[in-house]
């Protein structure tokens, strides 16, 4: 009788191979933050055509109003901004006037307050 040997019971390297399995999108993690959506492309596609920090704004204000319960009336704190790349407070000035140009925000000013934001239903495409 032959002694017992594992080894020989062992399959060959790559004599099994697992199923390929369908790579998925990214997805946060419990407790992880996350952009909630939907987005309408029609409002995205005329932010992506201005500057990258205005789209980096435009982010920022859908990210905020997520957190708020999709309220389309949000602060655009300097905090925010600069979570999404926005550091310079001219730069931040300069995207929210881009985004308000574009007919996508409304925004209300007041002196030594955070700008407040409305998210408009923006541009109509047919």
């Known amino acids: 009788m032959y002694p ?10 790559g004599a099994t191979k697992q199923p390929a399995r369908k790579p998925r999108l990214p997805r946060h ?8 959506g939907p ?14 920090k205005a789209l980096a704004v435009a982010l920022a204000l859908w990210f905020k109003a997520g957190l708020s319960k999709n309220s ?16 310079a407070r001219r730069t931040q000035y300069q995207a929210l006037a881009d ?5 996508l925000v409304s925004v209300d000013r007041a002196r ?5 934001v409305t998210i408009l239903e923006g541009p109509v495409d047919k």
């Open 4 to 13: 017992l040997d594992p080894e020989r019971l062992r399959l060959p390297p």
């Open 29 to 36: 993690w419990a407790g992880g933050e996350f952009l909630r």
């Open 39 to 52: 987005i309408p492309l029609a409002w995205l596609l005329p932010a992506c055509r201005l500057s990258p």
């Open 72 to 87: 389309p009336e949000v602060v655009a704190s300097g905090a925010l901004l600069q979570r999404f790349g926005v550091a």
């Open 99 to 103: 985004l308000e140009r574009a007919g």
């Open 112 to 116: 030594g307050r955070c700008p407040s």
